[in-house]
């Protein structure tokens, strides 16, 4: 039995249920192991919680990577996601140039949503994760992440997916071979996730009705249930779909059960449902 090994580059939010926390059992539950790379130790993610408590892990990076390649460890993906400084963009940024052979390469820049950047986040870092991303074998931005790294004004509803069709191709176009913009706001009232692969020239577009409320962390969820199906064989357009179901199954329940939005989405009730 081969068990792909992913590192995973994120922050350790120990409540709210985001990033590694969410990242590592929904990895592990479609049997993909997850090492994770810990970039910060925070006490719960920044939407909604004051005073938040912080251990920089900046300085280990580095180090960490150095004692695994020591060791002969060999990984068939990097995927990261939310990086809190430009000199952790620069570090995680060698790290995935330096990967040699045949590995998976996911970069999810998270960097805002709803039109605004994350209050932590610089011009110096968008202009680091703009270079970063071109890394990647696949991106995932939401529809605020796709406008910040092309410099393109934010729009709440989106008429019809041209200007996003427009937007994937141009991202593609960095070099970029899969590029995944999700969360658009449809004028028909559903929201998409839109996907293109510069390969096959093909783009990929699944709906799900809106439910009105945004939680933390469900673009860690999306990416994570991608990521495990792309791993276990599957081609993009069914891993994109089982993300897609997934994500929106995870807001209708937890809407239903009227928990504090700042705590997520209710994974562990679903998990075994990706
Ligand atoms: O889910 C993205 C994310 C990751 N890490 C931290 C966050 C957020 C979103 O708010 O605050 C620390």
Redesign the pocket.
Known sequence: MIIPKVVAV??L?CY?R??LS?IIPILSNLQVQVCPLPT?I?S????GYKN?AAVDLTDKLEEIDRNWQNEGLEFDCLYS??L?SPEQIEIVDTIFKKAKGNVLKVI?P?MG?HGKL?SKYTEEMQLEMRKFILNADIITPNYTEACFLLGEPYQEVQENLETIYEYLLRLAAWGIKNVIITGVNLASGQIANVGYNSDEEIFFVNKSPKIPVHY?????VFTSVLLGYLLLGNDISIALQKATDFVYKCIEKTYEQQTPIREGILLEALIMEI
Do not use: E, F
């Open positions: 994120h922050d939010s709210g985001c990033s969410v910060t925070l719960s993610h920044l939407g938040i996601g939310y809190a999810d998270v949503d994350y933390p962390g469900t673009g860690d």
